[in-house]
T-cell receptor, first 109, second 112 residues
Framework: GQQVQQSPASLVLQEGENAELQCNFS?????MQWFYQRPGGSLVSLFY???GTKHSGRLTSTTVIKERRSSLHISSSQTTDSGTYLC???????????FGAGTKLSVKP | GPKVLQIPSHQIIDMGQMVTLNCDPV?????FYWYKQILGQQMEFLVN????????KSKLFKDQFSVERPDGSYFTLKIQPTALEDSAVYFC??????????FGEGTRLSVL
């Protein structure tokens, strides 16, 4: 089955609202990475966060290994945050990261 | 900062032809990866490569696919022969090992 599940599949917000994106995984974790995929397709690495909480501006990533989940919180959303957010789980022994299906975020003005 | 470069950004070929996608990884990286993303769909793992060998590959890595990195030059993905369903964006990534892989911007392959 799918190793990485992302939810929700899509999310529509009004500008200024907060967003909580989830990534749940079924296998053991060696790494967890969050990406923003631009409409043109290129990837922007947001966080490399195998465990704990990391902050970057309006973004916060929290990974709880025991609960097999990672979240991406976007505060005070802006229209420029619109796009697809991907999480990628890396297994142990340098296995290649596996991506979730993504959350498509749309922020309305 | 360091970057993974993919050349070309877009390639158009006729079905049945051979194509080679080139990736210039970060110079001191040891692990190399290819991913495939069909338009509007999920990013799918194809293969990873270390020390001159394929370490792991997925079911999407068909017999028509091959990878190599001769003498530390480009890390390449060759498809021979191509099929219509090979049309996708192919992303290359490289890493040192237990660190976040760096991804290239992707090569859009259109098979006609």
């Amino acid at each position: 089955g799918q190793q990485v599940q992302q939810s929700p599949a899509s999310l529509v917000l009004q500008e200024g609202e907060n967003a909580e994106l989830q990534c749940n995984f079924s296998t053991s974790l060696n790494s967890m990475q969050w990406f923003y995929q631009r409409p043109g397709g290129s990837l922007v690495s947001l966080f490399y966060n195998p465990s704990g909480t990391k902050h970057s501006g309006r973004l916060t990533s929290t990974t709880v290994i025991k609960e097999r989940r990672s979240s991406l919180h976007i505060s005070s959303s802006q229209t420029t945050d619109s796009g697809t957010y991907l999480c990628a789980l890396g297994g142990r022994n340098n296995n290649a990261p596996r991506f979730g299906a993504g959350t498509k975020l749309s922020v309305k003005p | 900062g360091p970057k993974v470069l993919q050349i070309p950004s877009h390639q158009i070929i006729d079905m049945g032809q051979m194509v080679t996608l080139n990736c210039d990884p970060v110079s001191n990286h040891l692990y190399f990866y290819w991913y495939k993303q069909i338009l509007g769909q999920q990013m799918e793992f194809l293969v990873n490569f270390y020390n001159g060998k394929v370490m792991e590959k997925s079911k999407l890595f068909k017999d028509q696919f091959s990878v190599e990195r001769p003498d530390g030059s480009y890390f390449t993905l060759k498809i021979q022969p191509t099929a219509l369903e090979d049309s996708a964006v192919y992303f290359c990534a490289s890493s040192l090992g237990n660190q976040a892989p760096l991804f290239g911007e992707g090569t859009r392959l259109s098979v006609l």
